[in-house]
């Protein structure tokens, strides 16, 4: 059974950071795209950021490049992202997903990300 458990949520202050931790279990991802989405109060789920499992090619929202990373531990099988320079704007729930062809299939329970101004 395919898990993704995300942690590393919290409340920080604008300009703050925050990293982000996705562990995966129940299958070897080495194939998959792993990627991080995000919901805001009233709006629809977006894209944050993704990342091939093999490759280690990454692809990035234009509202989150230069701020956020994406990076994956193989041996921990893990996927994290790293936040810097907060904003208000980036309060979310986040959610760790992966695919393997094209839908998103996995879902984590996601982590809430409080930034105040």
């Known amino acids: 059974q395919v898990q993704l458990v995300e942690s590393g949520g919290g409340l920080v202050q604008a300009g703050g950071s925050l990293r982000l931790s996705c562990a995966a279990s129940?299958?070897?991802?080495?194939?998959?795209?792993m990627g991080w989405f995000r919901q805001a109060p009233g709006k629809e789920r977006e894209f944050v950021a993704r990342?091939?499992?093999?490759?280690?090619?990454?692809s990035y929202a234009d509202s989150v490049k230069g701020r956020f990373i994406i990076s994956r531990d193989n041996a921990k099988n893990t996927v994290y992202l790293q936040m810097n320079s907060l904003k208000p704007e980036d309060t979310a729930v986040y959610y760790c997903?992966?695919?393997?062809?094209?839908?998103?299939?996995?879902w984590g329970q996601g982590t809430q990300v409080t930034v105040s101004s």
């Open positions: 129940g299958r070897t991802f080495s194939r998959y795209t």
């Open positions: 997903t992966a695919k393997l062809l094209q839908s998103y299939d996995y």
């Open positions: 990342i091939s499992w093999s490759t280690g090619m990454t």
